[in-house]
Nanobody, 128 residues
């Protein structure tokens, strides 16, 4: 049974930083593509960043240069370092994974359909 458990969310002011973590059990991050998604109230779920089994990463344009996705194989944990946070980054953040998937860097609105396993989410609130 696969479980993904996010942590690290919270409230921060504009320009601040947070690091999200996603601990996995029953799943190895080298098995496929893993990613971070977010969903703000009234909006669709949006892909933020992905990392493949070969370590290649991709980011949606709105977070490039500010967010960094990484993983610790020994801890089987996925991270999202978020710097220079903006008001529009406020959302529930989810980690997701899919065995055998290779993420090609597209962040279409349907990207979330490709992922099998999901965490419960962690809230990020950015205020001025």
């Amino acid at each position: 049974q696969v479980q993904l458990v996010e942590s690290g969310g919270g409230s921060v002011q504009v320009g601040g930083s947070l690091r999200l973590s996603c601990a996995a059990s029953g799943y190895t991050y080298s098995s496929g593509c893993t990613g971070w998604f977010r969903q703000a109230p009234g909006k669709e779920r949006e892909g933020v960043a992905t990392i493949n089994s070969d370590g290649s990463t991709s980011y949606v344009d709105s977070v490039k240069g500010r967010f960094t996705i990484s993983r610790d194989k020994a801890k089987n944990t996925l991270y999202l370092q978020m710097n220079s946070l903006k008001l529009e980054d406020t959302a529930m953040y989810y980690c997701a994974a899919a065995r055998g998937l290779y993420c090609g860097g597209s962040f279409s609105s349907l990207l979330y359909l490709a992922f099998t396993y999901w965490g419960q989410g962690t809230q990020v609130t950015v205020s001025s």
